[in-house]
């Protein structure tokens, strides 16, 4: 069966979490492209969080209508921008308001995104509090020099505090990240900068190669940045020093120790659904009973956020070639791959409506079928050719 015949099937919803978005930083790093903001007058904390709870009585409403039971979160995710920025309190009012409004699963994964150079221990003491209990914090290099040339508000010894502060408010599921092909990096200063990381032993690591993003102050003057072989050969070293170290890649740019990956993007990657509220906050919820997918995007601006009566700013419902190629997108990211029932699962689609996309993809070597032997379970993977060019796999299931 081809894709324009996918059979759509009654589905039960997948997992459902939700991403609150907080934009504003110290200041703007010269390399991101995020929806963050330069603080001018300090943070309107109170009237921010407000809008949040707003967001989120609406975002309710809509799964209470999509669904006849209800639907735990499995996860919060509180990124940025800088979270870290809000204070405990803050962070209490708005947890208090999500577990007031939604059904919080007993043991959800609570992360905050943390800027080493925001951190203030009677911050994190309240974090955790307020129900955070997983930090992710931006180390981005335990050099000095790199945090310079990267515009950094830190220096490598704050990253070593943040994570002391975070451990001592009681929060040890913490993930550091940290990006590689940096100005002027060598194969030497990137294993240093691996080797400092891993001597603070996190649970998990983001390791991402720095990329030029359009209209940041990097796109606009490029720093000179290692050559594409070089940058190989520094993630390769990374790659066999954190498997070493008992760190497992469990996606492109993610490792876990055992038990600690992040189930909030474990989610996102499964194609699972999530709410999002803030500024640009994005989110996706299946409808159980038409059987349809909706994307739904929030004002970008925090101005404009705070300021609206309707956060949201665009409504999507996706076709099913959309379905496809999202899933596609999202489920190639990981390492263990997926089964058809996956893909049935969470798209409400016939597994056949991937078989085009598969074809081209194993033609390319860039997908394998690994029998695993139980009779119907069949995982699809991406190869190791194919999570080097995702980009190339993903085509084949583009229109
Ligand atoms: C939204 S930031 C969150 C952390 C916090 N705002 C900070 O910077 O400390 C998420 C992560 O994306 C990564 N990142 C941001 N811009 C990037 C770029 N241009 N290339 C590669 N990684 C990037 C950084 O590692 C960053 O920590
Ligand atoms: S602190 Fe993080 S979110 Fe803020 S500008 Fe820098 S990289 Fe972007």
């Known amino acids: 069966m081809g894709i324009c015949q996918a059979a759509r099937r009654p589905s039960e919803p997948p997992p459902l979490a939700l991403y609150v978005h907080l934009p504003w930083c110290v200041r703007k790093c010269p390399y991101c492209d995020f929806n963050s903001h330069a603080v001018r007058d300090g943070i309107p904390?109170?009237?921010y969080i407000d809008a949040l709870l707003r967001d989120l009585d609406v975002e309710c409403a809509r799964v209470g209508a999509t669904s006849d039971r209800d639907r735990p979160l499995m996860s919060i995710f509180i990124g940025g921008g800088t979270p870290s920025l809000f204070s405990g309190a803050a962070m209490r009012r708005l947890l208090d308001g999500v577990r007031s409004r939604c059904v919080v699963a007993d043991d959800a994964e609570v992360t905050l995104e943390a800027n080493p150079g925001t951190v203030d221990a009677a911050h994190f003491a309240g974090y955790a509090e307020a129900g955070v209990n997983r930090l992710s914090i931006g180390?981005?290099?335990?050099?000095?020099?790199?945090?310079?040339r990267l515009g950094r508000i830190h220096s490598s010894a704050d990253a070593q505090r943040a994570v002391a502060a975070a451990r001592a408010a009681g929060i040890d599921n913490l993930n550091l990240d940290l990006m590689f092909a940096l100005p002027r990096q060598d194969l030497a200063a990137a294993r240093e900068d691996v080797q400092r990381l891993l001597a603070l032993a996190p649970t998990h690591i983001s390791?991402?190669?720095?990329?030029?993003?359009?209209?940041?102050?990097?796109?606009?003057?490029?720093?000179?940045?290692?050559d594409p072989d070089l940058a190989d050969a520094i993630q390769q070293q990374a790659f066999e020093r954190l498997a070493a170290a008992g760190f497992e890649r469990y996606e492109i740019s993610a490792f876990a120790r055992p038990g600690a990956r992040c189930r909030h993007n474990l989610n996102y990657w499964r194609f699972g659904d999530y709410l999002g509220i803030g500024a640009g906050a994005h989110g996706k919820?299946?409808?159980?009973r038409s059987g349809t997918v909706a994307r739904r995007a929030k004002r970008r601006h925090p101005e404009a956020y705070l300021k609206?009566?309707?956060?949201?700013?665009?409504?999507?419902?996706l076709s099913e070639q959309d379905l496809i190629e999202e899933f596609a997108?999202?489920?190639?990211r990981l390492v263990e791959g997926f089964t058809?029932?996956?893909?049935?699962?969470?798209?409400?689609l016939s597994a056949d409506a991937l078989e085009p996309g598969l074809c081209a993809a194993a033609a390319l070597g860039l997908v394998s079928r690994v029998d695993t032997g139980d009779g119907e379970q069949v995982v699809i993977r991406p190869t190791a050719r194919g999570l080097a060019f995702l980009n190339d796999l993903i085509a084949g299931f583009a229109a």
């Open 45 to 47: 904390e109170t009237a």
């Open 139 to 148: 180390v981005q290099s335990m050099s000095d020099k790199s945090l310079e």
């Open 207 to 226: 390791y991402y190669e720095l990329t030029l993003e359009p209209n940041t102050a990097f796109a606009r003057q490029p720093p000179a940045l290692p």
């Open 285 to 288: 919820l299946s409808d159980a």
């Open 308 to 317: 609206a009566d309707e956060p949201t700013s665009a409504v999507q419902t």
């Open 329 to 332: 997108l999202n489920a190639f």
């Open 340 to 348: 058809a029932a996956d893909f049935e699962r969470n798209t409400g």
